[in-house]
């Protein structure tokens, strides 16, 4: 089967730097993507891996190792909105938009 | 804002209801997907439409149907609604074909209670 593992809850201080992690089990794994969602809200898109290496958008910053069917999702200069739920997710092939979610991260950003 | 729209964003049914919800994708896009998402768990995928077709599904019973319109809005139904029912139902647009960038566009959902 397919299946995705991450930490199901992180607490971090304002400012300092989390880094989530995500170790994925699937056929056909294309590429890796990150969702934020704010309680009640839709997830939103943050970053891709489709190759090995590190990928930097603003703070955040996703990371892919394929050979140890793994990534992260690095977080850095944290705000108190960054507060949400994270997740991981794998494409399964390309022209494909199936995406296999994991559970989740709950991310706490504390004073 | 990601310009999908889902309606309607709350309902109520009861077991054995039918349920349509409905979903306009983002201007330009022509691939839709459904997911359901349980209280605390990651969205799981129903099946996707391209171009009016279905070319996907995941692990959902023949109960879960949908539709993709020439707009290319689309719409899910759910016959004989059970209890397990109960979830956030996520609609996400793309653009279909080469150049995956990886990245859906997702609408707010449709939250389905079924007492």
């Known amino acids: 089967g397919q299946s995705l593992e991450q930490p199901s809850e992180v607490t971090a201080v304002e400012g300092a730097i989390v880094q989530i992690n995500c170790t994925y089990q699937?056929?056909?794994?294309?590429?890796l993507s990150w969702y934020q969602q704010h309680d009640g809200g839709a997830p939103t898109f943050l970053s891709y891996?489709?190759?090995?290496g590190l990928e930097e958008t603003g703070r955040f910053s996703s990371f892919l190792s394929r050979s140890d069917s793994y990534g992260y999702l690095l977080l850095q200069e944290l705000q108190m909105k960054d507060s949400a739920s994270y997740f991981c997710?794998?494409?399964?092939?390309?022209?494909?938009?199936?995406?296999?979610f994991g559970k989740g991260t709950k991310l706490s950003v504390i004073p | 804002e990601t310009g999908v729209t889902q309606s309607p964003t709350h309902l109520i049914k009861t077991r054995g209801q039918q349920v349509t919800l409905r979903c306009s994708s983002q201007?330009?896009?022509?691939?839709v997907s459904w997911y359901q998402q349980a209280l605390g768990q990651g969205p799981q995928f129903i099946f996707q439409?391209?171009?009016?077709?279905?070319?996907g599904r995941g692990n959902f019973p023949p109960r879960f149907s949908g539709l993709q319109f020439p707009n290319y809005s689309s719409e899910l139904n759910v016959n004989a609604l059970e209890l397990d029912d109960s979830a956030l139902y996520l609609c996400?647009?793309?653009?279909?074909?080469?150049?995956?960038?990886?990245?859906?566009?997702f609408g707010e959902g449709s939250r389905l209670t079924v007492l």
């Open positions: 996400a647009s793309s653009l279909g074909g080469t150049g995956n960038t990886g990245e859906l566009f």
């Open positions: 699937t056929s056909g794994f294309y590429g």
């Open positions: 891996n489709a190759l090995d």
């Open positions: 997710a794998a494409f399964l092939g390309a022209g494909s938009y199936q995406l296999t």
């Open positions: 201007s330009g896009h022509n691939t």
């Open positions: 439409y391209y171009r009016e077709e279905e070319n």
